[in-house]
């Protein structure tokens, strides 16, 4: 499974952007999509998920982000997008998504986890 983001680019303070994830290979099922992001020096953190389930999805979100950022996918495209509005300094990082979930291996299955290959999302004062 491969992964293919999109979206970033430099934006002023208050600004949005929209990032895309799209994930293509011999998918069975998908179990999380997310995003997640690492600014210089700092260690990868986690941004937003969205976890598939019996009862529905589940939507989770990091404190820092909640209320300016949202997360949503198409399931049918194998497609994560995070909607980010009221960009702040401190959003500046790459941006990686994740997914796992499984994948058909000739007459088998079994799981997989993929990240993509990171997007730069810069914003300036």
């Known amino acids: 499974v491969q992964l293919q983001a999109s979206g970033g680019g430099l934006v002023q303070t208050g600004g949005s952007l929209r990032l895309s994830c799209a994930a293509s290979?011999?998918?069975?099922?998908?179990?999380?999509m997310g995003w997640f992001r690492q600014a210089p020096g700092k260690p990868r953190d986690f941004v937003a998920t969205?976890?598939?389930?019996?009862?529905?999805?589940?939507?989770n979100y990091a404190d820092s982000v909640k209320g300016r950022f949202t997360i949503s996918g198409d399931n049918a495209k194998n497609t994560v997008f995070l909607q980010m509005d009221s960009l702040k300094t401190e959003d500046t990082a790459v941006y990686y998504c994740?997914?796992?979930?499984?994948?058909?291996?000739?007459?088998?299955?079994?799981?997989?986890?993929?990240w993509g290959q990171g997007t730069q999302v810069t914003v300036s004062s």
């Open positions: 994740y997914v796992d979930g499984r994948q058909r291996d000739f007459w088998n299955t079994h799981t997989f986890n993929a």
């Open positions: 290979g011999d998918i069975v099922s998908i179990n999380v």
């Open positions: 969205i976890t598939s389930g019996d009862s529905g999805e589940i939507i």
